[in-house]
């Protein structure tokens, strides 16, 4: 970050205490920093304390004449690299997604053509909240980068998401967000995400817990990188990552189809969890009166076995394994058997599926390394670092 400019806008909440540790690693890393703080957020950290951090002026009012004569709003929106808002208050975001300009703060990010990142922090219910979920979504298809919180104790005295993440892990997204360089580029790699849905009958089918999350992050952070990215998702409800092409697919032979049919790749990351078993679809609706129905199972192709074998096999071929148990040992074992390169092991047993972190461990011929109970997003981009340099 040696040489780039932050702005960054702090929010009202507790966690704004977090930004000033924020601007020190910044700083150190060689970044410089301007400090907006909204009128909220002066309850709980100083302009002193930033100014001195930062050793630069810290803005806090819209209608400072001296700045204002020169429209000094929209010099500030426009000579940054990139535009931080942490913390991002349920209340910020609601008025940034409605395009707001009240203060000095929404005025800024109206005004700026520069990127955005937030890293939200608010209480688990507001974070919960429909409304705050349509906000962010609102965002996110804006072009805005949205992190996601970290889970655990509130202050208030609750637990769950919502917390600011860690100093350490917005600093790191930051550097991800300026890093011009994209290592990834000319490679094409398709990633599977989500679950399938093999069906029963015309209103019934056989379906698992997977978010889509995590393979969805994947995606997008393989086309930060670069890539020209081929998602193939089973039924979910995400919006479609930045530069990714996107095919949607239901059930696991239409999603073998379209893995086949996307190829040559460079890289193929199968995450998607598909469903080992399908039955023989009936062709109405079974009754419950005609007591239960005697499904004929097959098994399901093995989409990843059959990748790592086929002859037009991409260069890079990664498995993900759900477990509930001795992952690291189960997910080894996977690998050798459907002969990927590499597999990552995802532990399920604390930390279920669905949610917004994951517990892995990344499986190679080189060893294992574990990422314990990491943002999805931090999942993604690191993982993209490592296939970046594996197809160098």
Not at 124 to 152: C, F, Y
Not at 185 to 206: F, N, Y
Not at 313 to 331: C, M, S, Y
Request: charge should be neutral; charged fraction near 20%; hydrophobic fraction near 45%.
């Amino acid at each position: 970050m040696n040489g780039k400019r932050i702005l960054l806008i702090i929010g009202g909440g507790i966690a704004a205490y977090k930004s000033c540790e924020l601007v020190r690693l910044l700083r150190k890393q060689g970044a410089s920093v301007r400090c907006v703080v909204t009128a909220s957020g002066q309850k709980f950290v100083t302009p002193m304390s930033l100014a001195a951090l930062s050793e630069d002026k810290v803005y806090t009012d819209l209608f400072d004449l001296k700045d204002e004569a020169e429209m000094g709003h929209i010099q500030l929106s426009r000579q940054a690299d990139l535009v931080v808002v942490a913390p991002a208050t349920a209340d910020l975001m609601a008025r940034m997604a409605a395009g707001i300009a009240d203060d000095l703060a929404t005025t800024l990010l109206l005004a700026t053509d520069k990127p955005v990142l937030c890293a939200p922090a608010m209480n688990v219910r507001m974070w919960q909240h429909p409304a705050t979920q349509r906000n962010i979504a609102t965002l996110k298809s804006d072009g805005i980068t949205v992190l996601n919180p970290d889970e655990g104790p509130m202050a208030c005295g609750e637990f769950g998401p919502g917390r600011l993440p860690e100093p350490e892990a917005i600093a790191a997204a930051i550097a991800a967000s300026l890093n011009t360089s994209r290592p990834l580029s000319g490679k094409h790699i398709i990633v599977t995400a989500g679950p399938t849905h093999e069906p029963i009958d015309p209103v019934r089918v056989i379906a698992n817990r997977s978010s889509g999350k995590q393979g969805f992050a994947i995606a997008a952070a393989l086309a930060e990188a670069g890539a020209k990215v081929t998602l193939i998702a089973g039924p979910v409800s995400l919006s479609t990552p930045a530069g990714v092409t996107r095919i949607d697919v239901e059930a696991a032979r239409q999603m073998e189809g379209e893995v086949n049919a996307a190829l040559p790749a460079d890289a193929a990351i199968m995450v998607a969890a598909v469903a080992d078993w399908r039955v023989d679809e009936a062709p109405s609706k079974l009754k419950k009166e005609a007591g239960p129905p005697a499904l004929n199972w097959q098994k399901n192709p093995d989409i990843l076995a059959n990748l790592c074998a086929a002859p037009n096999r991409p260069k890079l071929v990664i498995g993900f394994a759900a477990e509930t148990e001795t992952a690291v040992e189960h997910a080894t074992a996977k690998r050798l058997r459907k002969g990927c390169d590499w597999i990552v092991a995802n532990d399920v047993s604390i930390d279920k599926m669905g949610g917004e972190q994951n517990r892995v461990h990344l499986i190679t011929n080189a060893g294992t390394e574990s990422w314990d109970r990491m943002d999805k997003t931090a999942i993604a981009r690191a993982l993209a670092q490592r296939i970046a340099d594996a197809l160098a």
